[in-house]
């Protein structure tokens, strides 16, 4: 099936801002909460947010098998389970809705009124139910940065590395949409030159830039998904901020990985663009020696080039940009990732979050956490109203941005904002 909408010469009678990146070539889908106070599914264009659920009951998706509740939820997990046909129908047949040559909801004021909303009118939602939440460590900048700082250069990836997608199941019940603040977690930690470990605030809490995707229904029990097969059940990528507190993760995450020091909050963008969407975007992955085996291995162009950066901003300041990165130095692709994840038979289900890991590039105004911008503290980093971080400090609040770019057309992810809060205090009893 064609996907009409990427057509990249298509005009919408929507005002769209320059350089926004929700033009009619984007169309993502998300989760928001009327003027209204009523939860819809919708999408966006420009700063305009569109109500799918009344576009179907005014009939605008006629002809296509939908059921009648399918906009009108709180998550767009059912949506995501009709599959890739259905989300390429209903986004080519929003594209044509909107197209600057369409008249029927263009010249109906009615309607109009019912389905658009202004940003500033509606409060975005976490778009999916999520189920299950894994993590990988797929930047090989990154996975090498760290495993330098706390092993030898010279070993710093793990014998393991360059053969699988490294990864880690994480905690879903603290993954956040944009917006909401998170607090500074409470754990274990083990003094530099101490024997014991003592508990308390955690000092070192750090951003990681990563990017998520979202899966659909996608098999049995027990079923491998052939890496040729993966893509079709990818529904699409939101920016992921996977908040580590490094001092507790140092102390805990022998010999089984990392615990408290990640479950205590993640964050997304509630825009998902879907991987329809990032089409035009794709490029190579990096060059992978040793050859992957069998089961891993795929031909032709499985990366998207999305630009990514974050900004840091004190509570008594303006922002500052500390990193510029880039999707396409995952050295595991998504497709990788998600054969590897089922390859043992692992039943992957409509919403589950799969996070890329920390995207560090090459070189060091491109890392992506606070741990390598800084070195281990060493090298702190100066903000633009003088004050300096080696790692994220109550208050500070951390913005990403993504967006891809080429022959004239953009196609963005929107921001993924989070405050961080001082540890959480209860209140007293009386």
Known sequence: MPIEANNPNKKTWISVPENSDFPIQNIPFGVFLTRDDIITIGTRIGDQAIDLGALHQLGYFDGIPLTDDIFLQDTLNDFISDGQK????????????????NKSLQHSSAHKKIVLFSMDEIEMQ?????????????????????????????????????????????????????????????????PKDSERPVFGPSKLVDFELEMAFITTDANLMGEPIPITETEDYIFGMVLFNDWSARDIQKWEYQPLGPFLAKNFASSISPWIVTLDALEPFRTASPVQNPEPLPYLQ?????????????DITPENGSPTTVTRSNFKYMYWSMAQQLAHHTVNGCKINSGDIMGSGTLSGPTPDSYGSMLELAWQGTKPIRLNNGENRTFIQDGDTVTMRGFCSKDGIRIGFGELSTKLLPIFKSKSKK
């Open 86 to 101: 259905t989300w390429r129908l209903v986004r080519n047949r929003i594209s044509e809705l909107f197209d600057i040559n």
């Open 126 to 190: 976490l778009p999916v139910q999520i189920g299950d939440y894994t993590d990988f460590y797929s930047s090989k900048e990154h996975a090498t940065n760290v495993g330098s700082m706390f092993r030898d250069p010279k070993s710093a990836l793990m014998p393991n590395w360059l053969h699988l997608p490294v990864a880690y199941h994480g905690r879903s019940s603290t993954i956040v949409p944009s917006g909401v603040p998170v607090r500074r977690p409470m754990g274990q930690t083990l």
């Open 298 to 310: 795929l031909k032709g162009n499985h990366s998207f080039d999305i630009q990514l950066e974050v």
